[in-house]
């Protein structure tokens, strides 16, 4: 029992940082939305208030990471052997959904914004508002990004490029801003229109990336696996290589030929060294099975079998 509490700890502690690295970026990402809100609907610049609501569903989203992170953090019971790591997929998913909805708001008030025709209040505050929120939403999409790299977590880096489309959306809002004052007020509508694709975008990134963990694909190359494993003494083949998983959680089975007199203590050691051996070439591999076969006859097999 102490031993499986010892290897949970690392991941309960890995947990403990994305969820510390949330709750920094929600105050930032909520400090930054209520700026653009207010200012944006106080002087009618649609740009920037739809600016604004993309940045307050960011902090939505931080609490979605930062739900998903505490029930992820969970260890292994009976009914989840495997863990719970794909909660923390499962609210990257969850992002971009949140991501979604507010493109089709966004697009929506677009199109109203050219039915009923206003002219927003431009002034030198606007710019330094936005130009100001902006420089934040740079600082806190590298601080997230890097650390999502460092602790491996698939959460942190869904929700950094979600922020990361903040920066985006506000250059285009400078745009808008600058075509306003200079006596062009349709273009605030229509950047609003392309900042909702560029949302668009984001989610479908995020979508598409968590869902190769929820659909078991493919994670790292069978070839290179086996390439390594051959390496291993011992090792005269292998097939049947499967992984799973995702950033952080890569699950790996494979099939290993040894030679068929082998003790039982020496196969089960060459299996120990297969695995060690991935581990340490994979820094995000968490498990590997390794099935043991009695090699055939020489030359009647190949060093990779299908």
Do not use: W
């Amino acid at each position: 029992m102490r031993s499986g509490f010892r290897r949970c700890c690392p991941a309960i502690q890995r947990f403990k940082k994305v969820q510390r690295i949330l709750l920094i970026v929600l105050f930032l990402n909520l400090a930054v939305a209520f700026a653009k809100i207010i200012y944006g609907t106080l002087t009618s610049t649609l740009s920037m208030t739809a600016d604004g609501y993309h940045s307050l569903f960011d902090g939505v989203s931080n609490i979605v990471g930062l739900v998903g992170s505490f029930i992820a953090a969970r260890p292994p019971d009976k009914e989840h052997p495997y863990g719970h790591q794909k909660y923390e997929t499962i609210a990257s998913i969850f992002i971009a959904l949140l991501l979604l909805y507010v493109g089709v708001e966004i697009f929506r008030h677009a199109l109203d914004r050219f039915l009923i025709r206003s002219v927003p209040e431009v002034t030198a505050i606007s710019f330094l508002v936005i130009i100001g929120t902006m420089c934040i939403n740079y600082l806190v999409t590298r601080y997230e990004y890097r650390q999502g790299l460092a602790l491996r977590s698939q959460v942190l880096i869904a929700d950094s490029l979600h922020t990361k489309s903040d920066i985006y959306v506000s250059l285009s809002v400078i745009l808008s801003l600058a075509a306003v004052k200079l006596g062009f007020p349709l273009l605030d509508p229509l950047i609003a229109v392309l900042i909702s694709f560029l949302i668009f975008r984001a989610g479908f990134r995020i979508m598409k990336e968590s869902s190769k963990v929820l659909l078991d694909m493919s994670r790292l190359e069978e070839d290179e696996i086996c390439n390594l494993v051959l390496g291993v003494e011992g090792v005269l083949g292998c097939h049947k290589i499967r992984t799973r998983g995702g950033m952080g959680d890569i699950r790996i089975d494979m099939h290993v030929l040894v030679q068929a007199d082998l003790t039982l203590e020496e196969a089960h050691l060459i299996s120990h060294r297969v695995s060690k051996m991935l581990k340490a070439e994979y820094n995000d591999v968490t498990d590997v099975v390794v099935h043991l076969e009695p090699a055939l006859p020489q030359g009647s097999y190949s060093k990779k079998t299908t």
